[in-house]
């Protein structure tokens, strides 16, 4: 048995609701006590003993909403070079997505994300599989068998199901079997061939806008066939106050639903698309300032429950392109936490629901271990200097593609250890 013992720490574990200075302990894999309280055990006879004085543990990250090439498009990122970002950023546990090729939409597919995550992967991979087969919105997949498979929660990734019929199958089976039905709502037809937010600025750089009604009516719809079936619904990234306005009447109604959001839409607007600035070319796209408002109080309200890098890994050949041509998305694994903390510094958002939002919370929604610091849960953590300043760069990155929003970005809070049931995985 191998022991580790964090002392003098700041302990930080939103499901018990500590944040207080105490010890650490953990015992082969699992943490063995936790907080204030643990100050009195002493050190165990032949522990590694690290003094965090002046440096936060809390959880490890739970990233619910990761995009990885792994198979079909491997030179964007695999299961490997991913995992190797995400314990650099304090991810421990990846929820991803099925948008590959082939389309992760048979036991087959979901048994190799398992088996190669197993042989390649330094953190927890959780394969979600596909809604309908081959993410074409008709004809629905095999629930059961996918769940049995090992299948955390079921989406369509990138796609939105036009098909209202389509939909309350998927929730009123997901709910037989116990499964979340995340998905993404953008109306195709609304959306159109819009590139960003629709406003006077994209009036101003001659892009077509994407509506925000676009994302509302279809998440409207979802809303509604969640509190007809009794599904469990998540609405996967949403990026307006109208979005937002609609979760908190919903769950006021007692649906059973939740809602994420890309760190994205909570510290970048429209703005910073700048002159044509492809690496902000996003779905959904950035919003207004007002928006990008909302969705923060949204976070602290609880009509908003976690917080998702959307990490989306696209190659040169796709984003050296005219704005209207580049693909979207962005990665986001490394400066998921560093980007949230801006919210903790600035005074908008508590620390300790802000750390719930990315680890406690998307843990509990996807009926994950890990997000908790409890005795006896796995060794899932992350050592965190709150305070300490960096900057994002290209030579930094360790994701196999480049295409981050935040570059040249200064950044305050670094992660300086991640471990993973108690094994170091990344050590800045």
């Known amino acids: 048995m191998s022991t580790t013992v964090f002392e003098r720490a700041r302990v930080i574990d939103p499901a018990r609701g500590i944040d207080e200075i105490g010890t650490v302990i953990v015992t082969d894999g699992k943490i063995a006590a936790a907080g204030k ?98 993410l074409d919105g008709q004809e629905m997949t095999e629930f059961g068998l996918l769940r049995e498979a090992g299948a955390v929660a079921f989406t369509d990734g990138r796609h939105t199901i036009a098909n209202a019929l389509v939909m309350r199958r998927a929730l009123t089976y997901a709910r037989d079997f116990g499964a979340v039905v995340a998905h993404e709502t953008q109306d195709a037809d609304l959306a159109s061939s819009g590139v960003m937010n629709e406003g006077l600025y994209a009036s101003w750089l001659g ?63 429209e703005l910073d698309v700048g002159e044509y600035r492809t690496f902000f070319r996003l779905t959904p796209p950035l919003r207004a300032e007002e928006d990008r408002l909302a969705m923060i109080e949204a976070i602290r309200d609880g009509a908003i429950d976690i917080i998702v890098s959307s990490h989306d890994p696209q190659d040169v050949d796709t984003k050296r392109l005219p704005f209207a041509d580049a693909a979207a998305g962005a990665i986001g694994l490394e400066t998921l936490l560093g980007a949230a903390l801006r919210l903790y510094h600035n005074g908008d958002v508590p620390l300790l629901r802000l750390i719930e939002t990315v680890s406690t919370a998307p843990a509990r929604l996807f009926g994950l271990p890990g997000g908790t610091l409890k005795p006896g849960a796995v060794a899932d953590l992350a050592l965190v200097d709150l305070d300490e300043p960096w900057i994002v760069s290209e030579t930094g990155i360790r994701s196999r593609s480049k295409n981050t929003c935040f570059e040249g970005a200064r950044l305050q809070g670094k992660v300086l250890q991640t471990m993973v049931a108690g094994r170091t995985v990344f050590r800045a």
Do not use: W
């Not at 995009?67 to 995992?83: D, L, W």
């Not at 190799?112 to 596909?130: E, G, K």
């Not at 925000?212 to 007809?228: F, K, M, N, T």
């Not at 919903?250 to 059973?256: I, P």
């Open 37 to 134: 309280a643990a100050l009195n055990q002493g050190t165990p006879q032949g522990a590694d003993v690290v003094d965090c004085s002046g440096k936060a543990i809390i959880p490890g990250l739970v990233d619910g909403r990761v995009f990885i090439g792994e198979p079909g498009g491997e030179h964007r990122e695999t299961i490997a070079s991913a995992s190797v970002a995400a314990a650099a950023g304090g991810v421990t546990s990846i929820v991803m997505m099925p948008d590959t090729n082939p389309v992760i939409d048979n036991v087959a597919l979901v048994e190799f994300v398992l088996r190669t995550a197993r042989d390649t992967a330094s953190v927890n991979i959780f394969p979600a599989a596909a809604i309908t087969k081959g």
């Open 207 to 269: 892009l077509s806008g994407i509506p925000r009604e676009a994302e509302a009516i279809p998440l409207e719809r979802d809303l509604a066939l969640a509190r007809l079936t009794r599904g469990t619904y998540h609405a996967a990234k949403i990026s307006t106050a109208m979005a937002a306005q609609a979760m908190r009447r919903a769950k006021a109604d007692g649906a059973n639903v939740t809602a994420g959001v890309a760190i994205h839409n909570l510290s970048l607007n």
